[in-house]
Protein backbone atom coordinates (compact mmCIF):
# COMPACT_ATOMS: atom_id res chain seq x y z
CA UNK A 1 0.00 0.00 0.00
CA UNK A 2 1.61 3.16 -1.29
CA UNK A 3 1.55 6.08 1.47
CA UNK A 4 1.43 9.59 0.33
CA UNK A 5 1.76 12.41 2.92
CA UNK A 6 1.52 16.31 2.24
CA UNK A 7 2.94 19.14 4.09
CA UNK A 8 3.57 23.04 3.21
CA UNK A 9 0.06 23.97 3.56
CA UNK A 10 -0.17 27.28 4.81
CA UNK A 11 -2.15 30.94 5.29
CA UNK A 12 -0.33 33.59 2.45
CA UNK A 13 -1.08 37.09 1.38
CA UNK A 14 -2.23 37.83 -2.27
CA UNK A 15 0.78 37.37 -4.50
CA UNK A 16 3.00 35.05 -2.43
CA UNK A 17 4.50 31.42 -2.72
CA UNK A 18 4.21 28.30 -1.25
CA UNK A 19 6.03 24.91 -1.59
CA UNK A 20 3.76 22.08 -0.98
CA UNK A 21 5.71 18.73 -0.48
CA UNK A 22 4.45 14.78 -0.73
CA UNK A 23 6.53 12.22 0.83
CA UNK A 24 6.04 8.70 -0.97
CA UNK A 25 6.43 5.82 1.06
CA UNK A 26 8.29 3.62 -1.92
CA UNK A 27 9.95 4.11 -4.75
CA UNK A 28 6.69 4.79 -7.16
CA UNK A 29 7.87 8.02 -9.74
CA UNK A 30 9.38 5.14 -12.13
CA UNK A 31 5.82 3.86 -12.83
CA UNK A 32 3.09 5.73 -11.26
CA UNK A 33 2.02 9.04 -12.54
CA UNK A 34 2.09 11.48 -9.92
CA UNK A 35 -0.01 14.99 -9.94
CA UNK A 36 -1.53 17.41 -6.95
CA UNK A 37 -5.57 18.04 -7.18
CA UNK A 38 -7.22 20.66 -5.07
CA UNK A 39 -11.17 21.13 -3.56
CA UNK A 40 -12.13 24.23 -2.44
CA UNK A 41 -15.47 24.71 -0.75
CA UNK A 42 -18.30 23.85 -2.67
CA UNK A 43 -16.42 23.11 -5.99
CA UNK A 44 -14.85 19.54 -7.54
CA UNK A 45 -11.82 18.03 -7.23
CA UNK A 46 -9.60 19.37 -9.68
CA UNK A 47 -5.99 17.94 -11.37
CA UNK A 48 -3.55 20.96 -10.95
CA UNK A 49 -0.52 19.46 -12.11
CA UNK A 50 0.72 16.49 -13.16
CA UNK A 51 4.10 14.15 -13.80
CA UNK A 52 4.22 11.25 -15.52
CA UNK A 53 7.11 8.78 -15.35
CA UNK A 54 8.63 9.94 -18.55
CA UNK A 55 8.74 13.79 -17.13
CA UNK A 56 5.68 14.64 -19.05
CA UNK A 57 4.35 17.87 -17.35
CA UNK A 58 0.36 18.93 -17.35
CA UNK A 59 -1.04 22.05 -15.98
CA UNK A 60 -4.52 23.35 -15.34
CA UNK A 61 -4.76 26.49 -17.53
CA UNK A 62 -5.75 28.88 -14.52
CA UNK A 63 -1.93 28.49 -13.26
CA UNK A 64 0.31 27.89 -15.93
CA UNK A 65 3.00 30.00 -15.61
CA UNK A 66 2.54 30.20 -11.91
CA UNK A 67 3.13 26.23 -10.64
CA UNK A 68 5.32 23.77 -10.99
CA UNK A 69 5.24 20.37 -10.57
CA UNK A 70 8.46 18.50 -9.78
CA UNK A 71 10.04 15.57 -8.02
CA UNK A 72 13.27 14.05 -6.68
CA UNK A 73 13.64 10.48 -7.32
CA UNK A 74 16.52 10.03 -4.89
CA UNK A 75 14.38 11.49 -2.17
CA UNK A 76 11.06 9.76 -3.35
CA UNK A 77 9.65 13.17 -2.78
CA UNK A 78 7.04 15.46 -5.05
CA UNK A 79 7.03 18.98 -5.08
CA UNK A 80 4.45 21.99 -6.14
CA UNK A 81 6.03 25.37 -6.02
CA UNK A 82 3.23 27.76 -5.97
CA UNK A 83 3.94 31.49 -7.29
CA UNK A 84 1.47 34.86 -7.23
CA UNK A 85 -0.82 33.21 -5.77
CA UNK A 86 -4.55 34.32 -5.45
CA UNK A 87 -7.27 34.09 -3.75
CA UNK A 88 -9.35 31.58 -6.36
CA UNK A 89 -6.06 29.10 -4.97
CA UNK A 90 -7.72 28.79 -1.80
CA UNK A 91 -8.34 24.80 -1.73
CA UNK A 92 -7.13 21.68 0.21
CA UNK A 93 -4.30 20.16 -2.18
CA UNK A 94 -3.95 16.57 -2.62
CA UNK A 95 -0.83 14.31 -3.53
CA UNK A 96 -2.03 11.63 -6.18
CA UNK A 97 -0.32 8.46 -7.16
CA UNK A 98 -2.12 6.56 -10.29
CA UNK A 99 -1.09 3.44 -12.23
CA UNK A 100 -2.94 1.89 -15.03
CA UNK A 101 -6.14 2.69 -13.92
CA UNK A 102 -6.66 0.24 -11.39
CA UNK A 103 -4.25 1.85 -8.91
CA UNK A 104 -5.21 5.37 -7.30
CA UNK A 105 -3.79 6.38 -3.60
CA UNK A 106 -4.39 9.75 -1.86
CA UNK A 107 -2.48 11.71 0.39
CA UNK A 108 -4.36 13.08 3.22
CA UNK A 109 -4.28 16.92 2.19
CA UNK A 110 -2.65 20.30 3.61
CA UNK A 111 -4.74 23.50 3.39
CA UNK A 112 -3.80 26.55 1.35
CA UNK A 113 -5.41 29.69 2.27
CA UNK A 114 -4.73 33.25 0.19
CA UNK A 115 -6.14 36.05 2.28
CA UNK A 116 -4.78 39.38 3.08
Known amino acids: QVQLVESGGDLVQPGGSLRLSCTTSESIFHIYMMAWYRQAPGKQREMVAS???????KYVDSVKGRFAISRDDTLNMLYLQMDNLKTDDTAVYYC??????????WGQGTQVTVSS
Open 51 to 57: ITPEGTL
Open 96 to 105: YAGYGGSFAY
